[in-house]
Each structure stands twice: as C-alpha cells, then as structure tokens.
C-alpha cells in the first residue's frame, strides 16, 4: 500500500511539473519578443504562434472535429486563442507589464468562481486564500512604484484573463473526444485561433517585414515549444489535475519572466521583489496541495464506489 501511494505521488508530482512547463515557456514569451521579434508587431507575434503550431499538431494527429465538435471546438479556440491573444497584447501595450502581470495572476479566483457556476464546484477557503496570496506576491514581484494605471488597458487585461479562465473551465468541463488524441483537440482550437488572428493581422499592421535569421529562432520557438508543445501539456494538465489547480500553475508565468529578465538582462530584484516571489511560489504550491482523502472501505459494489471517487476525486481537484 506504501508503495502504490508513493506511485500516485510521484506521478501527480510529475504531472504538476509536465504542466507547469506551459506557463514557464509563457513567461519568456515577452523577452523572446523583444528580443527576436520584429518590433511594435503584436498581431503578428499572436498569428505567427497560434495558426501554423495549429496546423502542425492538426497534421500529426490527422483527425478533423466532428459532431459537436466542431462548434465546441470554435468556442474554445476564441476563448484560449483568437479573442485572447489579440486583447492580452493589446491590454499589455496600454499597461506596464507589471501590471498586467498582476491582473493576469487573478485568473485563479476567476476560475473558482466559474467553477462554482459552471462545474458546481465549491472552493475551498485554502484555494481563495492562495488566490489571493498569488495576486499579492505577484503585485509586489512585477510592479514598481512608477507603474501607470490606464484604465483601457485594465478593462482589456481583465476582459483577456475572463476569457482564459473561461476556457480553461469549459476546457475541464467538456474534455474532448472519445479517441481522439490532445494533439488533435489543441490543434483544433490554435487553428481556429489562428485563423481570426491572422486576418486582423493584415488589416491592423499590414504586410509582415521579411524576416531575419534571429527573427525565425525567435518565431520557430514559439511555434514549436511556446504553442504547439506548451498548450498540449497546458490541456492535458486541465484533463488530468482539473481546472482550479492548473490555474495556479499560470503564476509560474511572471515569476519566469521576472527571472528571465534578471539572468539574461542583468536586472535585479529588490527585497520587496524577493518576497513577493516567496509568497507567489507559495501561493502556487498551497492551490495545488493533493487534498487529504478519505481511506478507503471494501465494499460489495466497487463498480459504484468507483464512479463516486472519481466524482469525489474532480470535484477535489478543482
């Protein structure tokens, strides 16, 4: 029995890892772009991302949607990826990062709210308090006293983090097809993502300037392992940890950033910033916590027992 639980542990402690790999590549996302990129193109850094990781992962997994799927997959694909890519560059271009930075990290109260109302699913008081501790250690690690408040770009950040955390629910809620691989289910919705970005791309910033060498390392990054490989393990996290504690793994986001910047640009942190990061990597740790259960009884029926664990299970997860 020692030994089976140690298994579970360890393979939960590997899926929290496997999916905190999403956020951490997020968060080098701004320097990349800064760095790699051409300059004052958010649209195309969004499009560039999102339709050909898309098409990739669609042409791996050679499966199309079907039945409902195809609107569920429409849905999904403007909620994570076409409406937005668009309103978080757009909301950051109007805002300090720091700030943005820290309306993104209320994602996880908006998930427990959503869960409530959609999954219904009661948070736990732990999960608001790691919500909250997030939210606060998040704010001191990425803002500064000169940080300007653009009210525009507030409504934009939180309009975008709704959205995400919206997608993320449903994304738990309806999980995907019998049979068909994550590979097929993210491409789905990165093309659809894709496919609306692009053309605003067009119509907002014109034609793209031909690229250099550093520009396509940069794009092929983000392509291949900020996108593509970043949202299967994202998804899969969703599927297998639910969706309350997936979302606390986003404060991975800022802390890498904050952590790019300092190795590669040579910034430094101040004490303040110090303890914000101690208290975001607490937070983030505390919203995951394995829930303590129940042990188990040996009953007649298992066939019911199970189906109500797996209940229980979802339930405590989120």
């Known amino acids: 029995m020692a030994v089976q639980g140690g298994s579970k542990g360890l393979g939960r402690l590997g899926m929290l890892l496997a999916t905190a790999v999403a956020p951490a590549t997020w968060g080098t996302t701004y320097l990349v772009t800064t760095e790699m990129l051409p300059a004052d193109r958010p649209l195309l850094a969004a499009g560039v991302r999102a339709l050909p990781a898309g098409l990739i992962l669609v042409a791996l997994a050679r499966r199309l949607p079907t039945g409902v799927w195809w609107w569920r997959s429409f849905v999904l694909g403007m909620l994570n990826v076409g409406l937005f890519f668009p309103l978080i560059f757009a909301g950051a271009y109007r805002l300090p990062g720091g700030v943005a930075a820290t309306i993104g990290a209320v994602s996880p109260l908006i998930v427990a709210g959503l869960s409530f109302l959609i999954l219904k699913v009661r948070t736990r008081p732990r999960v608001l308090l790691a919500g909250v501790g997030g939210v606060i250690g998040v704010g001191l690690l990425v803002l500064s006293s000169q940080a300007r408040i653009d009210p525009i770009g507030v409504g934009l950040m939180l309009v975008a983090t709704t959205l995400m955390a919206s997608g993320v629910v449903m994304s738990a809620r309806w999980g995907r097809p019998e049979g068909v691989s994550l590979l097929a289910t993210t491409g789905w919705q990165l093309t659809v993502g894709g496919m609306v970005i692009v053309p605003l791309m067009f119509a907002v910033e014109g034609m793209p300037p031909v690229p250099t060498g550093r520009n396509l390392l940069g794009f092929g990054y983000l392509v291949l392992i900020g996108t593509a490989l970043a949202y299967v393990l ?22 890498i950033a904050t952590l790019a910047g300092l190795i590669v640009l040579g910034q430094t942190l101040t004490p303040l910033q110090v ?39 979802v339930v405590e997860a989120s």
């Open 234 to 255: 994202w998804f899969r996290g969703i599927e297998r940890l639910g969706a309350g504690v997936a979302s606390f793994l986003g404060l991975v986001n800022p802390v």
């Open 275 to 313: 303890l914000g990061l101690v208290i975001a990597l607490g937070a983030m740790v505390l919203g995951q916590r394995a829930p303590r259960r129940a042990p188990e009884v040996r009953v007649e029926a298992p066939v019911t027992i199970t189906k109500r664990t797996r209940r229980s299970e």
